[in-house]
């Protein structure tokens, strides 16, 4: 597997119409659009549902206009009760963690640029491409149904715990045909995974060009390759599980339901089951999942600020391996999210070691990224100014993680802020500020067009302020007792701290407004931005060796042959200050 041959030409023929061009496309490039549109109307949907719970926590009995038309019975008159608010957060979550950091860094990007990037003509199993992106097109449809049935959508929360989300309408508004919405979604979303997950690691092992070895690979596509090998596990157990909880719901199974249960003063007709067991299989999946979120951002930061420095890391490979160890010990760390089940204290101290030891390769990542930034000659663009602000998030949110690995502290603050304050930065926010970099790196590539610098900009200061203004408040909150998921804290003893809560609120407002200004950055531009050269950086990765945006073969009639390294940057006596991997310019020495 160290090099791959020239593969042969021509893996499906030219698209015909505007359907098989557009629609039912089996081009790698139009699916990650694709991908990345679907992320777009998520991200802003789920925003659009953050708004609403905010201005609800600060303002409990405010009317909130056209509220009502969502949900008479979840906002009569327009104000939210208490139930709804419950069904947001669960929306709201769901549609980011699954929809958006999943979808945007990992299958958007990843499907536009692992191919191009390996010098393939387009993934290994193009229908299979196909049917992932619409498999997950009919997983977002069907969570969407969950805002127009009935009942409503679930109040269970994106973790969809059991027993609850498992015994139906007892359980409350929501839980029964809104629940089912949600276990079917995530079903069809697992599925789609996994045929992404199989497809990029054969595309990878497979398709690569005549000499690129492994380590001639970008450092994103091996943040690509690595997320898929995670994600091949990860769906592959979250699926099964989502099963087992709709044969709970419908079929008169017992997975996760214990005998003499009683919800709602009704005794549900189930024994044997074991709540835990959701518990298990599902964080199994979770904690995985936020490294299928935020290893694709380190893959694409770390490929924009080796462009941005003009010179490479400290070392790329320790990059990799750092990698690599992150996603073998994500395997070894879910128990930490049920400290509070009643586990054995041994087996919380055996959870809470892994979980301490993962932050060794974070930090080395860290080290290098930071290393690597001192002294450089840095160019300031919106991309890298993305690139470092993800470097940022991840620290001030990870150095949170190291309290909620004790489970004598995460006992006291599991349900809390804090919490929420933790894995929003570490894992919401970082893994978009490198969706961000990635867009404003790649757009004169994917459509011939700059996006606009000043905006970029903008966007970029106000969403880093913003963010910070929202989430850091958030720990505080979390040391002094502020439970998370409450509707409001008007009688409670939160009460003297709900000035905070509004601050947060118009910091959110601010900050979520300010994406308006990307939104339109990324229209105004597709149609008026400045036209891009072809290689606009002056990269040297394969992209960057064909035209804007590229042909429907990539690279046409050619194969490239790669001769380098990826990242040949400060190199003297070439034309530039760089060497492209395809090219047979021979490397005499590095600058500093």
């Known amino acids: 597997m160290a090099e791959s041959s020239v593969q042969p030409a021509h893996v499906h023929a030219p698209p015909e119409g505007f359907i098989r061009k557009h ?16 992320a777009i109307v998520a991200v802003f949907t789920g925003m659009f549902l953050s708004w609403l719970m905010r201005i609800h926590l600060v303002w409990p009995t405010a009317k909130i206009p056209g509220l009502e038309l969502l949900s008479k019975a979840g906002a009569p008159g327009g104000v939210m009760t208490p139930e709804y608010y419950l069904s947001l957060l669960t929306m709201h979550g769901t549609l980011m963690v699954f929809f958006v950091l999943t979808n945007a860094p990992f299958a958007a990007f990843g499907n536009y640029f692992l191919p191009i990037q390996i010098g393939a003509e387009d993934m290994a199993f193009p229908r299979f491409n196909m049917m992932s992106f619409w498999t997950t097109f009919v997983a977002w449809v069907v969570l969407m149904l969950a805002f127009v049935i009935p009942d409503g959508p679930p109040i269970s929360g994106w973790t969809m715990y059991a027993p609850l989300s498992a015994v139906g309408k007892d359980a409350g508004p929501g839980m029964q045909w ?38 001639r690979m970008p450092l994103c596509t091996w943040a690509w390759f690595i997320t898929s090998c995670i994600s091949l596990l990860a769906f592959a157990v979250l699926l099964p ?34 709540p835990l067991l959701w518990q298990h299989l599902f964080w199994f999946f979770g904690h995985p999942e936020v490294y299928i979120a935020i290893l694709p951002s380190m893959g694409i930061v770390s490929h924009i600020l080796v462009n941005s420095m003009r010179k490479p890391l400290l070392s790329a490979k320790v990059v990799i391996y750092s990698m ?58 919106s991309a890298s100014l993305f690139a470092i602000g993800f470097i940022s998030m991840f620290v001030s949110g990870g150095v949170s993680g190291f309290f909620l690995a004790q489970p004598s502290i995460d006992i006291y603050l599991h349900a809390t802020y804090f919490v929420v304050g ?13 969706v961000f970099a990635g867009t404003y790196f790649w757009y004169p590539k994917m459509t011939g067009r700059y996006l606009s610098e000043g905006l970029g900009k903008l966007h970029f200061w106000i969403t880093f302020i913003g963010t910070y203004c929202i989430f850091m408040p958030f720990h505080y909150l979390g040391l002094i007792g502020n439970v998370r998921r409450y509707q409001s804290f008007v009688d409670d003893f939160m009460a003297p701290y709900l000035p905070l809560h509004k601050f947060i609120t118009i910091a959110a407002l601010i900050t979520g407004g300010a994406q308006l200004i990307f939104l339109f950055n990324l229209i105004y531009s ?5 036209v891009a050269p072809d290689n606009p950086w002056n990269a040297t990765t394969l992209e960057w060796s064909i035209p804007s ?14 001769y380098h390294d990826p990242y040949q940057y400060g190199v003297k006596g070439s034309k530039g200050d760089f060497v492209m991997q395809d090219s047979p310019e021979q490397v005499i020495a590095s600058g500093d």
């Open 23 to 38: 629609v039912f496309s089996l081009d790698h490039k139009v699916i990650g659009k694709q991908y990345y549109a679907l």
């Open 178 to 215: 809104g629940a089912s919405c949600w276990a079917v979604s995530i079903a069809f979303f697992c599925a789609a995974s996994l045929l992404g997950a199989l497809n990029f690691i054969a595309t990878t092992l497979d398709l690569r060009a005549k000499g690129m070895t492994l380590m």
């Open 241 to 274: 599980a989502c099963i087992l909880l709709i044969l709970d719901r419908h079929a008169g199974t017992s997975f996760f339901i214990p005998a003499g249960l009683v919800i709602s003063d009704r005794v549900q007709p189930h024994s044997g089951g074991s």
């Open 324 to 381: 690599m160890s992150i996603g073998f010990l994500s395997y070894m760390v879910w128990g930490h999210h049920m400290f509070l089940s009643g586990m054995n204290p041994m087996s919380a101290l055996a959870f809470s070691f892994p979980t301490l030891t993962i932050t060794i390769p974070a930090t080395i990542l860290t080290l290098v990224w930071v290393g690597s930034l001192y002294g450089a000659n840095i160019q300031i663009n």
């Open 422 to 434: 933790h894995f929003h930065m570490v894992m919401g926010v970082a893994s978009l500020f490198g």
């Open 526 to 530: 597709h149609f008026k931005g400045k």
């Open 549 to 562: 945006p590229p042909p429907w073969n990539n690279f046409g009639d050619r194969h490239p042959i790669v």
